[in-house]
T-cell receptor, first 113, second 117 residues
Framework: KNQVEQSPQSLIILEGKNCTLQCNYTVSPFSNLRWYKQDTGRGPVSLTIMTFSENTKSNGRYTATLDADTKQSSLHITASQLSDSASYICVVTRYSSASKIIFGSGTRLSIRP | GAGVSQSPSNKVTEKGKDVELRCDPISGHTALYWYRQSLGQGLEFLIYFQGNSAPDKSGLPSDRFSAERTGGSVSTLTIQRTQQEDSAVYLC???????????????FGPGTRLLVL
C-alpha cells in the first residue's frame, strides 16, 4: 500500500534551536518527494523537491535529505524563527502518475520565544 | 494575479443544498488538482485535470461530487446534496505540467472553508 508517514506528529522548540522532521514512505514506483510548509488557514507552499538521484536539497534554512534505498526523508530546520511555526507536509509522487500524489499527515511545529 | 485563487473563501450551507467552489489556476498551468482537508488531517486527493486529457476522478468520494474545467483554465467543484461530513477545507492547486521535475511543483490556493450545518 502506498503510504507516507511523518514523525513526530507535533513538535515544540525554542526560537533559535534546530530541529529535524522525519518522513518514511512506501510509495512505489517513486518519482519525487516534496516538502511543503502550510501556515494555519493557508494552502501549502513548496519548500523542496527531490528526485530519485538527489539526496539533499536546501532552501535557505531548510535542508531536505532523501535516502531512496531506505525510503526515508528528513527536513532539517536551522536557527528556527517564530515564522517557522506551521505544519510541514511530506508528499510523494508515484512515477508516471501525476494524480497519484500521496500526502503525509504533517508535523505541526511550534516555535516558542 | 500571480497565484491560484479560490472562491468563495468561506461557505456555510444547509445539509441537502448544492454548492459550487471555484478555482482560478495560475495562467499557463496545464495541471489542476482538487484536494480536501478535514480539520487536523492530511490532504485527500479528489480529482486531477491535465490539459485536454480525461480527468482522473479516482479520488471523488461519491457521485455527489463532480468537477469540470472549462477552456483548460477555471475549474468548478460541485457538491450536490451536501452532508455534514462534507465540511472541510477544499484546496485547489495547479502545476506547470510540462517536462522536467518542476512540473510536479504544485501551487496551492488559499482554500474554501465549507461548513455544512
Amino acid at each position: 500500500k502506498n503510504q507516507v508517514e511523518q514523525s513526530p506528529q507535533s513538535l515544540i522548540i525554542l526560537e533559535g534551536k534546530n530541529c529535524t522532521l522525519q518522513c518514511n514512505y512506501t510509495v512505489s514506483p517513486f518519482s519525487n518527494l516534496r516538502w511543503y510548509k502550510q501556515d494555519t488557514g493557508r494552502g501549502p507552499v513548496s519548500l523542496t523537491i527531490m528526485t530519485f538521484s538527489e539526496n539533499t536539497k536546501s532552501n535557505g534554512r531548510y535542508t531536505a535529505t532523501l535516502d531512496a534505498d531506505t525510503k526515508q526523508s528528513s527536513l532539517h530546520i536551522t536557527a528556527s524563527q517564530l515564522s517557522d511555526s506551521a505544519s510541514y507536509i511530506c508528499v510523494v509522487t508515484r512515477y508516471s502518475s501525476a494524480s497519484k500524489i500521496i500526502f503525509g499527515s504533517g508535523t505541526r511545529l511550534s516555535i516558542r520565544p | 494575479g500571480a497565484g491560484v485563487s479560490q472562491s468563495p473563501s468561506n461557505k456555510v450551507t444547509e445539509k441537502g443544498k448544492d454548492v459550487e467552489l471555484r478555482c482560478d489556476p495560475i495562467s499557463g498551468h496545464t495541471a489542476l488538482y482538487w484536494y480536501r482537508q478535514s480539520l487536523g488531517q492530511g490532504l485527500e486527493f479528489l480529482i486531477y485535470f491535465q490539459g485536454n486529457s480525461a480527468p482522473d476522478k479516482s479520488g471523488l468520494p461519491s457521485d455527489r461530487f463532480s468537477a469540470e474545467r472549462t477552456g483548460g483554465s477555471v475549474s468548478t467543484l460541485t457538491i450536490q446534496r451536501t452532508q455534514q461530513e462534507d465540511s472541510a477545507v477544499y484546496l485547489c492547486a495547479s502545476s506547470p505540467g510540462r517536462t522536467g521535475v518542476l512540473r510536479w511543483t504544485q501551487y496551492f490556493g488559499p482554500g474554501t472553508r465549507l461548513l455544512v450545518l
